[in-house]
């Protein structure tokens, strides 16, 4: 590969041309499922190598541009260089380019290029303008057409030359860190993890470790594009496959890392956050303390209750463990109705729990100016009573866990299951209580709610119990159970037969 790894992420609306730009760019159709080549739109991250002029090789990371799947577009952003945002023609500026905007800002990439696409089916010079006010900082604007070609070697041209002075992940120092987005089985090969590297290297044969679980597992083999290597240094995807785990005890959101690394899950992380400011109104989104938010980092996801410090400075008081490092980017989305507020910098992986204090605002100040932590046993704070993550889960809560998680919205009833396991699993953050004898994944809970929400967006803004059974494919007690569980939430509120979307989340 000519120069130093680079990822290159796409963005943009839903139908504004991303997977056929980058097919037509790469020769690679990134969607890959069936049902996304019935439906016409991409749902899961795709990848593919683009070549340049100048002979350098970018990974590329497409995503989804539908309003259902930011949150695979921001697991796929995350470990990116620089981005290829596409505005149709046709249609301008849409919602989801300013939310994956939005995202890019709230990770940091600054660095990229907007392709006009459908330059061959209508004027591209409004589009272009709006491009303009939105992204201003971008590098090049170029209209481009898919279908006929036009605009197509320009845009490779622009990519190259802003790689030419983007910096690579590979030549900063730091242990290897790669946020698994895919795991998979290879008949003879067994368990497979993608990602994107973050730090460092890999090498073959060498012992890593896989967290929040704590397992250890060695590399059997290496490939970048689906090319054997002895060695993947970071800034590109790379699939680690591994001995020692099964697939059942893998999952997305997982992070694999050199075992010598001091890098840890924790419930608790101090940041510096930046929130969007909205159309028209107030100067910027509106964030209190005690809002209930979902925290983005890595491929990982985890609700949270925000508390403010004084400033720019909050602390993420995590339902669910984080693996993060000092300076990583989070970003911070609002759950009902979904939308990005903004994001920022982690100062403290491992903070205790505390509130706002003088000492306290002066170290997370000089944290984020880069200086070494002034002595942080003296911070005024109380002491944490919940940072500790829970011990690593058994083969038998793993288990569990993946009957969960396969169980969908018709899990078993908890008189069925191993009370100690489901223990496990509940501290552990991966099964949520829904009733007084369901549990089930958060994962799944997470996909109804999308789905729950989505509906209801498109009833007018309220749902039923017999609308959300028959969206669900599932019976009248599975459904009433999980709107029961919104309700408590606070993303829906119970209105005689109707349960109505709140207008956002609010604090206790």
Same mark, same amino acid.
């Given at each position: 590969?000519?120069?130093?790894?680079?990822?290159?992420?796409?963005?943009?609306?839903?139908?504004?041309?991303?997977?056929?730009?980058?097919?037509?760019?790469?020769?690679?159709?990134?969607?890959?499922? %069936?049902?996304?080549?019935?439906?016409?739109?991409?749902?899961?991250?795709?990848?593919?190598?683009?070549?340049? %002029?100048?002979?350098?090789?970018?990974?590329?990371?497409?995503?989804?541009?539908?309003?259902?799947?930011?949150?695979?577009?921001?697991?796929?952003?995350?470990?990116?260089?620089?981005?290829?945002?596409?505005?149709?023609?046709?249609?301008?500026?849409?919602?989801?380019?300013?939310?994956?905007?939005?995202?890019?800002?709230?990770?940091?990439?600054?660095?990229?290029?907007?392709?006009?696409?459908?330059?061959?089916?209508?004027?591209?010079?409004?589009?272009?303008?709006?491009?303009?006010?939105?992204?201003?900082?971008?590098?090049? /604007?170029?209209?481009?057409?898919?279908?006929?070609?036009?605009?197509?070697?320009?845009?490779?041209?622009?990519?190259?030359?802003?790689?030419?002075?983007?910096?690579?992940?590979?030549?900063?120092?730091?242990?290897?860190?790669?946020?698994?987005?895919?795991?998979?089985?290879?008949?003879?090969?067994?368990?497979?993890?993608?990602?994107?590297?973050?730090?460092?290297?890999?090498?073959?044969?060498?012992?890593?470790?896989?967290?929040?679980?704590?397992?250890?597992?060695?590399?059997?083999?290496?490939?970048?594009?689906?090319?054997?290597?002895?060695?993947?240094?970071?800034?590109?995807?790379?699939?680690?496959?591994?001995?020692?785990?099964?697939?059942?005890?893998?999952?997305?959101?997982?992070?694999?890392?050199?075992?010598?690394?001091?890098?840890?899950?924790?419930?608790?992380?101090?940041?510096?956050?930046?929130?969007?400011?909205?159309?028209?109104?107030?100067?910027?989104?509106?964030?209190?303390?005690?809002?209930?938010?979902?925290?983005?980092?890595?491929?990982?996801?985890?609700?949270?209750?925000?508390?403010?410090?004084?400033?720019?400075?909050?602390?993420?008081?995590?339902?669910?463990?984080?693996? %993060?490092?000092?300076?990583?980017?989070?970003?911070?989305?609002?759950?009902?109705?979904?939308?990005?507020?903004?994001?920022?910098?982690?100062?403290?992986?491992?903070?205790?729990?505390?509130?706002?204090?003088?000492?306290?605002?002066?170290?997370?100040?000089?944290?984020?100016?880069?200086?070494?932590?002034?002595?942080?046993?003296?911070?005024?704070?109380?002491?944490?009573?919940?940072?500790?993550?829970?011990?690593?889960?058994?083969?038998?809560?793993?288990?569990?866990?993946?009957?969960?998680?396969?169980?969908?919205?018709?899990?078993?009833?908890?008189?069925?299951?191993?009370?100690?396991?489901?223990?496990?699993?509940?501290?552990?953050?991966?099964?949520?209580?829904?009733?007084?004898?369901?549990?089930?994944?958060?994962?799944?809970?997470?996909?109804?709610?999308?789905?729950?929400?989505?509906?209801?967006?498109?009833?007018?803004?309220?749902?039923?119990?017999?609308? /959300?059974?028959?969206?669900?494919?599932?019976?009248?007690?599975?459904?009433?159970?999980?709107?029961?569980?919104?309700?408590?939430?606070?993303?829906?509120?119970?209105?005689?037969?109707?349960?109505?979307?709140?207008?956002?989340?609010?604090?206790?």
């Amino acid at each position: 590969m000519s120069g130093a790894p680079l990822t290159l992420g796409t963005a943009g609306h839903i139908d504004h041309g991303k997977t056929a730009l980058i097919r037509s760019l790469t020769g690679t159709d990134t969607d890959r499922l %069936p049902q996304e080549r019935a439906r016409g739109i991409s749902i899961e991250l795709g990848y593919a190598e683009l070549e340049l %002029p100048s002979g350098r090789r970018l990974s590329v990371v497409d995503v989804p541009g539908h309003e259902r799947f930011v949150r695979a577009m921001v697991a796929g952003a995350t470990g990116i260089d620089m981005y290829l945002m596409t505005v149709a023609a046709d249609d301008g500026v849409m919602p989801q380019t300013r939310e994956h905007a939005a995202v890019l800002r709230a990770l940091a990439v600054d660095r990229g290029v907007v392709a006009v696409t459908k330059a061959d089916l209508s004027d591209a010079g409004p589009a272009v303008d709006q491009v303009g006010e939105l992204m201003p900082a971008a590098g090049a /604007v170029i209209p481009v057409s898919a279908r006929t070609g036009e605009g197509l070697e320009r845009l490779r041209e622009a990519i190259d030359e802003i790689a030419s002075h983007a910096p690579s992940r590979s030549q900063a120092p730091g242990p290897a860190r790669l946020h698994i987005d895919r795991v998979f089985t290879v008949r003879g090969a067994g368990t497979v993890v993608t990602g994107t590297l973050w730090s460092g290297t890999i090498t073959r044969g060498e012992e890593l470790t896989l967290l929040p679980q704590g397992l250890r597992a060695r590399v059997r083999g290496l490939q970048i594009h689906d090319r054997p290597v002895e060695l993947a240094p970071a800034g590109q995807r790379v699939a680690v496959n591994l001995s020692g785990v099964g697939v059942d005890q893998v999952a997305r959101g997982d992070v694999l890392a050199s075992s010598a690394v001091e890098l840890r899950p924790t419930y608790l992380a101090d940041v510096a956050l930046e929130l969007e400011r909205p159309a028209g109104g107030r100067s910027e989104r509106e964030l209190e303390h005690g809002d209930r938010v979902q925290i983005h980092h890595g491929t990982r996801e985890a609700p949270a209750r925000v508390a403010w410090l004084g400033g720019r400075f909050w602390q993420l008081r995590l339902e669910q463990p984080l693996v %993060p490092a000092t300076r990583d980017r989070v970003v911070v989305r609002q759950i009902a109705p979904p939308d990005t507020l903004g994001g920022g910098a982690i100062l403290d992986p491992h903070p205790r729990k505390h509130g706002p204090g003088r000492v306290l605002t002066a170290r997370l100040a000089g944290l984020e100016r880069g200086e070494p932590d002034p002595a942080p046993e003296r911070v005024e704070a109380a002491p944490d009573v919940s940072a500790e993550p829970p011990p690593p889960l058994s083969p038998a809560a793993l288990a569990l866990e993946q009957r969960l998680r396969a169980a969908g919205t018709e899990p078993p009833l908890d008189a069925e299951l191993d009370a100690e396991q489901l223990s496990a699993l509940r501290a552990a953050g991966r099964a949520v209580r829904v009733s007084r004898t369901l549990h089930y994944h958060p994962e799944v809970l997470e996909q109804v709610r999308e789905r729950v929400i989505a509906l209801a967006q498109r009833r007018g803004g309220a749902v039923t119990l017999a609308e /959300v059974r028959d969206e669900l494919g599932t019976s009248r007690k599975f459904a009433q159970a999980l709107l029961e569980h919104l309700d408590a939430q606070r993303v829906t509120i119970r209105r005689e037969d109707s349960h109505v979307l709140r207008a956002g989340p609010r604090p206790l």
